[in-house]
């Protein structure tokens, strides 16, 4: 499936092929969000492969001396920092206003954002006054070629820009051929986080923030503040016990819950057991839902549809638990053990407890 915007305000941002790779770094007062961190590491490989530079763009309130470094150690060529009073929190027209202005000056190729309340705020935002279009919920990013049938063009170096589509039942390649820059949001998890080098030598440019956003932008200013603690830690656990819609009940979760203690983990569900009232749509993994890398992933009563395996395939041990020996997932699996949930999950959490003292 390949979507093309409309490109007849093109001129009014002129592709320019050589122009390097941006990325927005999200931050929470002095800390740099981790799916930025992701996205810097993926920026870092698709300008290699381009042959161009990484620019990466910060913006907050006392920043300055703060994030340098750490944004720079991932490989970016020039930071820039915009450091003004009411840029943090975050609001929407004054970032908006930073990206748009910068991005007219700079034209990059590229630009990805996270996929998370803020990038899903900002992205459509700086690309609706670009006119560039915005592909969002990434779960891949590739470089590759076009072929426009209609027009006879080629076109090389394109961003393939690739999601789930139609409730997660396809996979859509999506290409920008003659707008830019081509703008991705990515969601949190799916890429991995890669350090290049603590002392990496970039450059730090630092913005007068008046000459990019206009005071009226400052229209709306937060007078409170308030960030509700996540429910779980699904993406950070070394261990998941993930269940499927053959676990068969609430109870049968309430069973795993016991394990994921036992282990010190969390608990996970593929979309069917979370469509079916198993378990809390937050803790869905898979292409709709939550990417883990854990170190240990215990599939119960899981079949392994593509959508799933999408959200777990990097984790590093998988142990399988079901009833059908031909499951898919115990393709993937390390380890396979036939048997049913309420048969298998009790004795591994009796095993434990005897052997955790």
């Known amino acids: 499936?390949?979507?093309?915007?409309?490109?007849?305000?093109?001129?009014?941002?002129?592709?320019?092929?050589?122009?390097?790779?941006?990325?927005?770094?999200?931050?929470?007062?002095?800390?740099?969000?981790?799916?930025?961190?992701?996205l810097l590491t993926k920026g870092r490989k698709l300008a290699n492969?381009?042959?161009?530079?990484?620019?990466?763009?910060?913006?907050?309130t006392d920043i300055k001396g703060r994030v340098e470094q750490e944004i720079l150690s991932y490989g970016v060529d020039t930071l820039h920092v915009f450091d003004a009073e009411e840029l943090y929190p975050y609001t929407t027209k004054p970032h908006t206003s930073i990206l748009v202005n910068l991005f007219k000056e700079k034209q990059p190729q590229i630009c990805l954002m996270g996929a998370t309340v803020i990038g899903r705020d900002l992205g459509p935002r700086v690309s609706s006054s670009l006119h560039s279009g915005l592909t969002a919920d990434c779960t891949a990013l590739e470089i590759g070629e076009y072929d426009d049938r209609k027009s006879g063009k080629h076109?090389?170096?394109?961003?393939?820009?690739?999601?789930?589509?139609?409730?997660?039942?396809?996979?859509?390649?999506?290409?920008?051929?003659?707008?830019?820059p081509q703008m991705a949001t990515v969601r949190s998890g799916v890429m991995k986080a890669e350090r290049v080098d603590d002392n990496y030598n970039g450059e730090v440019v630092y913005h007068e923030v008046e000459k990019y956003v206009a005071p009226e932008d400052y229209v709306v200013r937060v007078i409170e503040r308030h960030v509700e603690k996540a429910n779980n830690n699904l993406k950070g656990a070394p261990i998941v016990v993930a269940g499927g819609y053959g676990v068969g009940s609430k109870e049968g979760f309430d069973l795993l819950q016991k394990l994921a203690d036992e282990l010190h983990g969390e608990v996970g569900a593929t979309r069917a057991a979370v469509d079916a009232g198993y378990c809390e749509h937050d803790r869905q993994i898979g292409?709709?839902?939550?990417?883990?890398?854990?170190?240990?992933?215990?599939?119960?009563g899981i079949s392994g549809a593509i959508q799933h395996v999408a959200g777990m395939k990097e984790s590093g041990i998988v142990i399988s638990i079901n009833t059908d020996p031909n499951a898919p997932i115990n393709q993937l699996a390390d380890y396979v053990i036939t048997g049913s949930v309420e048969e298998v999950v009790p004795k591994m959490i009796k095993y434990y407890k005897e052997n955790s003292k």
């Open 1 to 38: 499936m390949i979507n093309k915007p409309c490109s007849s305000l093109k001129n009014i941002y002129k592709r320019k092929i050589m122009n390097n790779v941006f990325v927005y770094c999200e931050i929470d007062k002095y800390t740099v969000e981790e799916v930025s961190y992701e």
């Open 49 to 60: 492969e381009l042959g161009v530079q990484l620019e990466a763009v910060v913006a907050g």
């Open 155 to 180: 076109y090389d170096g394109l961003l393939y820009q690739i999601r789930p589509a139609f409730g997660g039942n396809i996979v859509a390649t999506i290409v920008n051929p003659d707008n830019r």
């Open 287 to 300: 292409q709709t839902g939550v990417t883990v890398r854990p170190k240990v992933y215990i599939a119960c």
